[in-house]
């Protein structure tokens, strides 16, 4: 199966009762599961009759994967890091123009061709414990002159970027996703649901009970596999999208013992070590939250406090550890 490295804190749905109306015209509730992108999604919608089925759903989301997986060496994402084309997508295209807008408001700490740094730490491999540990500062500096958002341009989706320079979009992509669901719900004339892949959420309008969405956030502590079982806290959403991003699930232990972070700093080329547990951020779009997320686990908890003062539009819920306790930040 095609899929994403889910590096994501997993977020749960908290609304799961089930309504029936008198009106007229009854409104019903209808939701789908499924599996994509090596994890899998949850979707609610709100309407008269199924007008969307779950066939329609894994054929987009089949359409994506082929465009953005890096795990599918057939994909287009993959035929544009080898070199064999030069020519991007929507998808693609829209990604990378989403991503360049949070690389340039964080003075590039944020930045999609970092695929040779995590390749290099290992976090690609489908077996993720084999090979994984700290760089030497020589292999990171050799590696770090291929790491440069600016160094892609896409142009009339055409891709121009130097020769060992690769684009990982994972860190977006899933969020993307969802937002290209959320689109495809709105084009059928459905504004009321709710679609989740891999933790990242899209809510659009209200329940069948007209209340906003409610979302559970898990606490983010070693050990908390269970998605909804211990919850951090509840958010409401409308008409907003919703990512989480965390180390606390998705990190490794080298030979010498020493725990290795997903999360890649594109300056110093270095794993993030932090004490900031969890990220979630709320923006209007999921693509948005996603990216943001990822950036705030980049940044750490004072610069990301700082970076969200001067983004108020954006609604945030950081955790993280004084070494003794759990802490909050909120906007």
């Not at 992509?173 to 933790?199: H, M």
């Not at 070693?222 to 409401?236: A, R």
Request: proline residues 3%; hydrophobic residues 35%; charged residues 20%.
């Amino acid at each position: 199966m095609n899929k994403f490295f889910v590096n994501k804190a997993i977020l749960v749905i908290a609304t799961l009762s089930f309504f029936s109306s008198c009106a007229e015209k009854p409104i019903n509730r209808y939701s789908m599961q499924g599996f994509a992108q090596g994890t899998t999604y949850n979707i609610i919608y709100i309407n008269g009759e199924m007008s969307i089925t779950q066939a329609q759903v894994d054929s987009l989301l089949r359409v994506f994967d082929n465009s953005c997986s890096l795990y599918s060496p057939n994909s287009l994402i993959s035929k544009i890091n080898r070199g064999e084309s030069i020519e991007a997508d929507t998808y693609i295209s829209e990604c990378v123009a989403i991503a360049r807008t949070i690389s340039a408001e964080s003075g590039g700490m944020y930045d999609i061709t970092v695929k040779p740094l995590v390749e290099a730490y290992g976090f690609l491999k489908s077996d993720t414990n084999a090979n994984v540990g700290a760089l030497g500062r020589e292999t990171i500096d050799s590696l770090l002159q291929y790491v440069g958002y600016q160094k892609v341009v896409i142009t009339n989706n055409v891709v121009s970027m130097p020769k060992g320079v690769q684009i990982d979009l994972n860190s977006i992509a899933q969020g993307y996703s969802v937002d290209l669901l959320a689109r495809f719900f709105k084009d059928n004339n459905i504004t009321n649901f709710l679609v989740e892949v891999g933790g990242e959420i899209y809510a659009s309008g209200v329940t069948e009970k007209s209340t906003p969405w409610r979302v559970g956030v898990d606490k983010p502590y070693d050990g908390n596999f269970s998605p909804g079982e211990s919850l951090q806290t509840v958010v409401e959403l409308k008409d907003m999208g919703l990512a989480t991003s965390g180390n606390y699930r998705k990190y490794y232990t080298d030979v010498n013992g020493n725990r290795v972070n997903h999360t890649i700093n594109p300056k110093s080329g270095e794993s993030v070590t932090s004490s900031l547990l969890s990220a979630t951020i709320i923006a209007s779009s999921a693509a948005l939250a996603d990216g943001y997320a990822t950036l705030m686990m980049t940044l750490g908890v004072e610069k990301s406090i700082e970076f969200l003062k001067a983004h108020p539009v954006l609604k945030a819920y950081l955790v993280y550890s004084n070494g003794t306790e759990y802490k909050v930040y909120e906007q």
